[in-house]
C-alpha cells in the first residue's frame, strides 16, 4: 500500500512513475549536504542533499516536483520555533512586540525571522501541525502559542491544534518518541506520515527510531529547513511506495 501521507499529485511532470518522480525531487534538491553540528544548517537525518529553497515561494515551488506531503508538520519550541528556553523565564504575561516576547522578569523569547510566515504558509494550505516539546511549564508554552500570531494574523495555537507538551518524570520516558507516537494517534495517522523539526541531535534519534522523518534544525526553524525535510519525507515515502508497503 502507498503511504497515507500524500496531497501533492503522485505523478511529476515528467510521468516517469516512481524513478521519474525520484529524479524530480533530485532535481529540486541540489546542493550540498548541510553541516550538522556547528549551527550553519539543517538537514533530515536521511542525509538528502539540501534543497535551494529559502522562501515560500521557492518551497512552494519545490511542491510542484514532489509526489508526497506529510499528512502533519511537527515542531519543538525552544530554540526551533523561537530563540530561548521558556521554562527559563519567569512566566507570563508575555508581552508581544513583533517576534519578540517579554517575561514578567524581562527575560526575553524571540521567534525565528521565518517562522511566522511558515505558520502562515501551514495555515493558509490548510496543512495540519502539531507541538512537540519537552516542556516543564506546559501552560506556559500554551499562552504563548496563543498569543503569538501567523502573518496573516492567525494563533500560532489555531495552526497547531495538537500539542503535546510535557516532562516525563523517569529520565526512560523522556523520548521525544513518545510525544510523536501520541501525535500521531491523536491525528489518526502512522509517525512515517510526520515531519518533525527540533534542535535537539538526541530528539532528532529518537524520531527516527520510530520512523519519523526527522530534520535538525540547530540554527531555529528556516524555509531551507522546510524544503530539505519535505524532499527527504518525499523520497522515503516514493521508497516505501515502490516496496508496496
Known sequence: MPPKARRARQTPANGGGVQGA?????????????A?????????AGGSATPRASTRAE??????????CPEAFVFDLDDTLWRGDVDLTAGPPFPVD????????????????????IFDWLDAGGRRAAVASSTGRGEWADRLLQLLQTG???PFAQV????????????????KAIHLKRIAERLGCQPHDLLFFDNMAHNIEDGESIGVTSCYTPAG??????????????????????AGE
Open 22 to 34: 525520484t529524479e524530480a525531487a533530485q532535481g529540486d534538491a541540489a546542493g550540498t549536504r548541510a
Open 221 to 242: 526553524l528556516t524555509w531551507a529547513s522546510v524544503a530539505s525535510g519535505l524532499v527527504e519525507f518525499d523520497r522515503r515515502a516514493l521508497a516505501r511506495a515502490a
Open 36 to 44: 550538522s553540528g556547528d549551527g550553519g544548517g539543517d538537514e533530515a
Open 98 to 117: 513583533g517576534r519578540a516576547v517579554v517575561a514578567k522578569d524581562g527575560q526575553g523569547l524571540e521567534l525565528f525571522p521565518d517562522v511566522p510566515q
Open 59 to 68: 518551497v512552494e515551488g519545490l511542491l510542484e516536483g514532489l509526489c508526497f
Open 152 to 154: 496573516g494574523g492567525v
Open 160 to 175: 497547531a491544534a495538537v500539542r503535546e507538551m510535557h516532562r516525563a518524570e523517569s529520565v526512560a520516558n523522556r523520548s
